[in-house]
């Protein structure tokens, strides 16, 4: 089926299978490896994107469900091949090790500044609950957003 929707900033059109999985039309068709595929379950967050304006994981979202929409990938939050402010402070607060679910955190990190500005930690904590991280232990991420949010004001 055709469907039409809104992939950082560009309108596109396509065609797409009834059981094609965003997740696969990101990276396979659209060439958008940025966006992982950990579990493939639902469970840890690596293949996290926002779809008008709310964290999803792509390997759940069926690619009919887009049209529409309004997607965001990682790759449509740095521009000109700078890191966005979100990227910028996870490698600064040292919470970026082996990096494969850090584009699922800083999506799901949009997600909840868009909607919350100015989240407490226990805020933050929430709304990365579905991320999953083996290597950091997750406080220097939680220490990364809080810095953020307090340098942003
Ligand atoms: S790959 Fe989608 S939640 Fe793990
Ligand atoms: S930095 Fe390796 S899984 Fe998070």
Same mark, same amino acid.
């Given at each position: 089926m055709k469907i039409r929707f809104v992939l950082n900033g560009e309108r596109m059109e396509m065609e797409v299978r009834e059981d094609q999985r965003v997740l696969d039309l990101l990276r396979e068709e659209l060439e958008l490896t940025g966006t992982k595929e950990g579990c493939g379950e639902g469970e840890c967050g690596a293949c996290t994107i926002l779809v008008d304006? /709310?964290?999803? $994981?792509?390997? %759940?979202?069926?690619?009919?469900?887009? &049209? *529409?929409?309004?997607?965001?990938? +990682?790759? *449509? %939050?740095? /521009? $000109? *091949?700078? %890191? &966005?402010? +979100?990227q910028k402070a996870l490698v600064d607060a040292g919470a970026v090790q082996c990096g494969f679910c850090t584009p699922g955190f800083v999506m799901s990190i949009k997600a909840l500044l868009m909607k919350n500005p100015h989240p407490s930690r226990d805020e933050i904590y929430k709304a990365l609950e579905g991320n999953l991280c083996r290597c950091t232990g997750y406080t220097k991420i939680l220490d990364a957003v809080e810095n953020l949010v307090h340098k942003e004001g």
């Open positions: 304006g /709310r964290a999803v $994981n792509s390997c %759940l979202m069926l690619a009919p469900e887009l &049209d *529409g929409r309004e997607v965001l990938t +990682i790759e *449509g %939050l740095s /521009r $000109n *091949g700078e %890191l &966005d402010v +979100i």
